[in-house]
T-cell receptor, first 113, second 115 residues
């Protein structure tokens, strides 16, 4: 069965500091990996996705993620956090096209001025 | 439309009543998904539609939950005899199944509160 673990429930970071959100997955085949962001009162927005190819993926809003097969990880990073990045972040894994997504429990990011 | 839309945005109902939640996917998207998000938790898969294929209902938590989709358009999620544990945000997503991509685009959700 597929699963996703986001070990950090909450992270607090100062504005301008770097951010890294951890994601570990379990999947029996080649995974498709996603990061979504959910801002207060808003729907889920796709930040980036990995299907194949280059293991370092660039997304919107200055985010990037690196797929490490050996570690079953897909950590999300941003070099310099803005106050508007305060939100909840979800990592998800799926299989071939048309497969359901399995989500992690989410990491809530708080940004200090 | 420009994105996935869902209605109503909020629904408050009494325990034991039936509710219907609606999802309008992005035009041209062949796949449609329903998820549930309980307070403070991640998303749980409920059901998946793809074209005329039989839907994947493996995530439906009980027989009180059902969903329909007409062709590649609107979907309705019905919860019968609602219980308090059904309180959650119900999210719909749609995607276009290309050769190697399946990015799901989510609607804003329907917040269901069962009193």
């Amino acid at each position: 069965a597929q699963s996703v673990t986001q070990p950090d429930i909450h992270i607090t970071v100062s504005e301008g500091a770097s951010l890294e959100l951890r994601c570990n997955y379990s999947y029996g085949a080649t995974p498709y990996l996603f990061w979504y962001v959910q801002s207060p009162g808003q729907g889920l927005q796709l930040l980036l996705k990995y299907f194949s190819g280059d293991t370092l993926v660039q997304g919107i809003k200055g985010f990037e993620a690196e797929f490490k097969r050996s570690q079953s990880s897909f950590n999300l990073r941003k070099p310099s956090v803005h106050w508007s990045d305060a939100a909840e972040y979800f990592c998800a894994v799926g299989g071939a096209a048309g497969n359901k997504l399995t989500f992690g429990g989410g990491t809530r990011v708080l940004v200090k001025p | 439309g420009a994105g996935v839309s869902q209605s109503p945005s909020n629904k408050v109902t009494e325990k034991g009543k039936d509710v219907e939640l609606r999802c309008d996917p992005i035009s041209g998207h062949t796949a449609l998904y329903w998820y549930r998000q309980r307070l403070g938790q991640g998303l749980e898969f409920l059901i998946y539609f793809q074209g005329n294929s039989a839907p994947d209902k493996s995530g439906l938590p009980s027989d009180r939950f059902s969903a329909e989709r007409t062709g590649e358009s609107v979907s309705t999620l019905t919860i019968q005899r609602t219980q308090q544990e059904d309180s959650a945000v119900y999210l719909c997503a749609s995607s276009f199944l290309g050769p190697s991509t399946d990015t799901q685009y989510f609607g804003p959700g329907t917040r269901l509160t069962v009193l």
